[in-house]
T-cell receptor, first 115, second 112 residues
Framework: EAGVAQSPRYKIIEKRQSVAFWCNPI?????LYWYQQILGQGPKLLIQ????????DSQLPKDRFSAERLKGVDSTLKIQPAKLEDSAVYLC?????????????FGQGTRLTVV | QKEVEQDPGPLSVPEGAIVSLNCTYS??????FMWYRQYSRKGPELLMY????GNKEDGRFTAQVDKSSKYISLFIRDSQPSDSATYLC????????????FGRGTSLIVHP
């Protein structure tokens, strides 16, 4: 079974530029999460999708971050414009169902550096 | 106060030692408790998942939950250099999305 795929693996941009990350979840997984992991901290949820609908985006900085999951499969996370404090690893995770009886699988993440 | 507190370490132990990793939490609504392992430059992977208070064992790993004290632990027996990683505790409550709330992780180094 293929895992959660993310690209790019690394990205360096200047502040005020825009950037987009892509995630392909495990086939058939209805639930998809985007997490932000700042160095030395645990992952923090940005947004959760159930199929192509948003379940929770309460911690997404909507003035600069946006995410979509068209057709309920792949997802993109965009930052525009980026700030220095956005430097982090952006993790995508997927889960078969929405509830705790199914494991969430994480991708390897996209490491973003904003200079 | 953060919902989930975890000492970042690093914790350095010799090979073969018993390792104890711990988290405390403040939200009494949490019902599901997880431990993830994260190797450098990799995503977290689920190690253990428990629902109730008490112990759960899986090979060299034992997860312990004490809901009355809001305290969870992960024990690793016969630690190996390959166990060197960051260990993240996570927990979630009832209700719609069961979104895990993570601790900051403890860096474990097992030296030969």
């Amino acid at each position: 079974e293929a895992g959660v795929a993310q690209s790019p693996r690394y990205k360096i941009i200047e502040k005020r530029q825009s950037v987009a990350f892509w995630c392909n979840p495990i086939s058939g997984h209805a639930t998809l999460y985007w997490y932000q992991q700042i160095l030395g901290q645990g992952p923090k949820l940005l947004i959760q999708f159930q199929n192509n609908g948003v379940v929770d985006d309460s911690q997404l900085p909507k003035d600069r971050f946006s995410a979509e999951r068209l057709k309920g499969v792949d997802s993109t996370l965009k930052i525009q414009p980026a700030k220095l404090e956005d430097s982090a690893v952006y993790l995508c995770a997927s889960r078969l169902g929405q509830f705790m009886n199914t494991e969430a699988f994480f991708g390897q993440g996209t490491r973003l550096t904003v200079v | 106060q953060k919902e989930v507190e975890q000492d970042p370490g690093p914790l350095s132990v010799p090979e073969g030692a018993i390792v104890s990793l711990n988290c405390t939490y403040s939200n009494s609504a949490f019902q599901y408790f997880m431990w993830y392992r994260q190797y450098s430059r990799k995503g977290p992977e689920l190690l253990m998942y428990t629902y109730s208070s008490g112990n759960k064992e899986d090979g060299r790993f034992t997860a312990q939950v004490d809901k009355s004290s809001k305290y969870i632990s992960l024990f690793i027996r016969d630690s190996q250099p390959s166990d060197s990683a960051t260990y993240l505790c996570a927990m979630s409550g009832p209700g719609g999305s069961y979104i895990p709330t993570f601790g900051r992780g403890t860096s474990l180094i097992v030296h030969p």
